[in-house]
Structure formats: structure tokens, C-alpha cells
């Protein structure tokens, strides 16, 4: 029964993330090509380890007092080689898929090569170090691996579709980003001392800048976008036609994505819980036919409702900003 508490918890928060990503996505990326990546990210863990392990055995000599133990430790044994290998995964397979039809794509494959790897990470840790560093990092870890992807992900988008000349200083910036982001969250934390605390400022920055590069996105992916006028003749937009702002998700959609989704994270341990009193073998008294269905029936009725409370967060409510941009 710990086994599957253990993996439920390591496994949970990255799939409720990954869902949140893709449901945000006006169109939907095909699911073979998002489980791949999903499992790319997963198995560059085997090369990223020694890698790691090698980097950090080489700057062991700069790792003098508390900072310089922690920033080697922070760079060279985990943001470098991390990151390097996710920029593979998004620069070496994805790239050249022709599903990657649009900037957008970009944010939504970046954040899910980085769920993946966090997923196989989260396992590691949880499997050594138990329950409780499943419930820090599934509030911490979790969502800084997917929002560096995030930000990783909205500069290879962009390069993908830009001149030939413009692709290299994007792709770097993008790669780069994600290295000190995730660096800088990793050294505050490595200090273990007071200002470990400022490793969750970094965090928030992340998510910030990763939401703000998505709107981003989605504005410039609607201005370049074609209209349907005039009967069948297509007519692109200008600057002078009126777009009407991206509505803006409201405080309450928020706090119902949040409660859901914490509420499914703990049904998820829940029904691991049910399955394991259902179909394993215990040393108490089993279980009789009516109280299994009535467990069942039971657990049910939460689970039900934080899915409707998270599909509800996900549908709105929205705000608008101001209804008609127009020249002026």
C-alpha cells in the first residue's frame, strides 16, 4: 500500500500540471506526439545523471563556503545538464515534427518534456526520502520544472518561426533562461539557511514570466492570423481592425483551479489507498462484497466533485480587459 501512496504522490501533481497546460491550448497538439515527449523528457534522467555527477566533480574547487558549494551544486549538478538535455528534446525530435505548426506549440511541448522529467525525478526523491518531500515538491519542484519549460518553450517557439538570422539568439536566450531560473531556485535552496526561502520568489518569477510569454503568444499568433470576411476570400488582419482582447481568467477561476486540483491530488492517493484494501492481500479482516461497494460508492462522491470544481476553473469565469482594441 506505501508503494502505491509513494508513486501516486511522485505521479499526480506533474499529470494534473501537464493537463491544465494542454487544456489551455485552443488546438490541441496530437496525443502521441505529447506522450512521446512526455517520455523523451522521462529518459534523458539516464544521460543528465552522470553528466551531472561529472560537471559537478569538476567544479569542486570553485565550491568554496556556503555560496560557492551551492551554486556549483545548483549549476553544474542539476540546471545545466537539466535543462541542456530538455533544449534537446525540444531542439533534436520536435523541431522537425510538422505538428509543430505554430509558436504556441513550442510552450505547450516545453512544459511537457519538463513534466516528464520531473514525473521519473519525483519518483527518485519520493522513493528515498518518503511522503513528506512528495507534498514539498509537488508545490515547488514540480511547477518549476514545468514553467522553466514554459519559458524555454515560448523562445523555440518564436525561433522556430523566425528569420534564419534571429533563430540562434532565441534559442540561446530561451536555453539560457531556463538554466539561471532554474539555477537561481535551486542555489537559495542548496544554502540550506534562511535563504533558502528566496528560492519561492524565483518560483513566482517563473510562473510569472512563463504566463506572461504565453499571452504574449497568443496575442501576436492572433494578429498574424487570417480572418474570414467578404464571403470566401480570406482577408489578413491589420493593425487597424478591431481584435478584441484575450479574456482574463478571474480570481475565482483561480481558486477553483487550485482547490480542485489539490482536491484531485488527494483523491488520486485516496483511490490508491481503495485499491489497495480492494485487491491486496492485508493482515486485518477483508472486506465483505457490500462494504467494498459502499467504499467505492463513498469515494466517489469527492472525487466527482473536485473534477467538476477543476473543469469548472478551466471553463472560466472570464473577464475581458476592455472589449474592442481598435486604432484609435
Sequence with gaps: MEVFLLGGSAVVPSLLLFWYIRARDKNPEPHGMLLKTFLLGALICAPVIPLAIGLESMGQGLAVGMWGAALVQAFLGAAIPEELFKYLVLRGYVWRKHHFDEPLDGVVYGATASLGFATLENILYVNKYGLGTAVVRAISAVPGHAFTGVVMGAFVGRARFAPPEQRLPL????????????GAYDAFLFTHSSYAFLAFAVLFLEIHWGRQLYKALQVEQVALQPVAVAGSVPVAMTVD??????????????????????????????????????FLDTSGTPLSQGEKAGLVIVSLVPTGFFLWLFRSGLRGPFEVASSVITDG
Design 171 to 182: 534559442l540561446l536566450t530561451g536555453l539560457g533562461s531556463a538554466i539561471l531560473l532554474h
Design 241 to 278: 481592425a478591431p481584435r478584441r482582447s484575450r479574456p482574463l481568467r478571474t480570481f475565482g477561476s483561480w481558486c477553483k483551479l487550485g482547490m480542485g486540483g489539490l482536491g484531485l491530488s488527494a483523491c488520486g492517493l485516496w483511490w490508491l489507498a481503495v485499491a489497495a484494501a480492494l
